[in-house]
């Protein structure tokens, strides 16, 4: 049997990074709690990203929760969400008893269409917070989503998950919201093997939650809790794990662009095949390279194809509005819903940065097999 393609597997520095900061976390003892690898993380990727505070977290879903609840965000309000997204997006929403009204997403961008959101807020006015989503490392319409936010007052989240690596107009996503949160899940960007950060402009409100993620311990000799609080923060060990991948980042992002324009020129001719669209605004970092099928072959039929040969692709993502536990609450879109026809049409393809060229070739092959045999 040929040896597995992956969608997006872990891939640790070829120079052995992650496992001197992991050393140096043993030899110290500091395996817990925190420790000189969890403060440089925090340190480290607020600075590759510009952004002036950092609180690394157990996961990305803990740093989305803790940017609702910095917000204020509580029982009965009213939370603007990209219904394209993964449930992590969502989910902390309901953790803070509020209600998500899911948002469209624009053909342009594949992210929140900003008159989608116009049209939210002319029906609920006074919602609390807006989160957006830069899937697949795309990164949103910021500008426009801005001004909305603006115009209505009411603060931006930026959920970054995939997009560590992305820049709009120059500036790394994740930081034009009030909140900007990443993830080391395993198969994102760069892994930790399971981690999160949460960034802000706001060093006071990163502290608070800190507070929060540590238990909402009182600083007293004693155990003193005024607060509600969660056992949310990284450990010291994964964090060694993800100082070591952020100086591999470049090189993974330069990787998953080489894997996105292989493709480009390899499958562009095929009929009904159409690659997710890059904006002249976009860098983004290629996380995973999405198609849309709109011929006959549908997707499916090219996972199943792709399976045979031990190569792993996937869906795009099921949009939130169309999941059994979120479809009771409201959707706004402009007459077509874009969110479900990209999830119907969408395919990731494999994009794990430790793929030759002949495993790229192997990719190509069998999809080309596919259109022949039409
Ligand atoms: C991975 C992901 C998350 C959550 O990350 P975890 O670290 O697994 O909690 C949130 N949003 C999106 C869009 C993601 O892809």
């Known amino acids: ?49 510009g952004s002036k505070a950092a609180l690394a977290l157990s996961s990305g879903t803990a740093a989305i929760h803790l940017a609702l609840k910095a917000l204020g965000v509580g029982e009965g309000d ?3 969400c990209q219904s394209l997204t993964f449930a992590a997006t969502a989910n902390p929403i309901i953790y803070q008893h509020a209600t998500p009204v899911f948002i469209d997403s624009d053909p342009e961008t594949w992210n929140m269409s900003p008159d989608a959101l116009e049209k939210a807020f002319e029906k609920y006015p006074n919602a609390k917070a807006v989160i957006i989503v830069h899937l697949y490392g795309l990164s949103a319409d910021i500008d426009r989503i801005l001004e909305i936010c603006q115009k209505y007052n009411v603060p931006l989240i930026e959920d970054a998950a995939e997009s560590l690596g992305s820049y709009y107009k120059g500036k790394h996503t994740g930081t034009f919201g009030e909140f900007g949160t990443f993830s080391f899940n395993g198969n994102k960007i760069i892994t930790t093997s399971g981690g999160g950060m949460l960034v802000s402009d706001d060093a006071e409100k990163i502290e608070k939650a800190r507070f929060w993620a540590t238990q909402s311990r009182e600083p007293a000799r004693h155990y003193e809790h005024k607060e509600l ?30 894997i996105f324009e292989f493709y480009k020129r390899e ?38 194809a792709l399976e045979k040969e031990n190569i ?4 795009v993502w099921k949009p939130m509005h169309l999941q059994p536990f979120y479809e009771k609450y409201d959707y706004i879109h ?7 026809e990209l999830f119907e049409n969408g395919v990731c393809l494999p994009s794990d940065t430790k793929m030759t060229d002949e495993d790229l070739h192997r990719v190509c092959e069998t999809i080309k097999e596919l259109w022949a045999k039409r």
């Open 1 to 49: 049997m040929t040896e597995r393609i992956y969608l997006s597997s872990p891939h640790m520095s070829e120079e052995g990074y992650e496992m001197e900061y992991v050393k140096q976390a043993f030899e110290s003892n500091w395996i817990a709690p925190l420790g000189e690898n969890v403060n440089q993380f925090e340190k480290e990727l607020a600075e590759k990203v």
């Open 78 to 80: 009213i939370v603007f």
């Open 229 to 258: 609080g969660y056992n949310y923060r990284m450990s010291n060990v994964l964090a060694g794990i993800g100082r070591g991948q952020l100086k591999v980042l470049d090189q993974r992002v330069a990787k998953k662009k080489y």
């Open 267 to 304: 499958l562009g001719g095929l009929e009904g095949l159409e690659f997710m669209p890059v904006n002249e605004w976009n860098e983004p970092n290629y996380w995973l390279s999405a198609i849309q099928l709109t011929g006959d072959i549908r997707p499916i039929d090219l996972i199943e």
């Open 312 to 315: 792993e692709s996937r869906p």
């Open 334 to 340: 402009l007459g077509t819903d874009v969110a479900a």
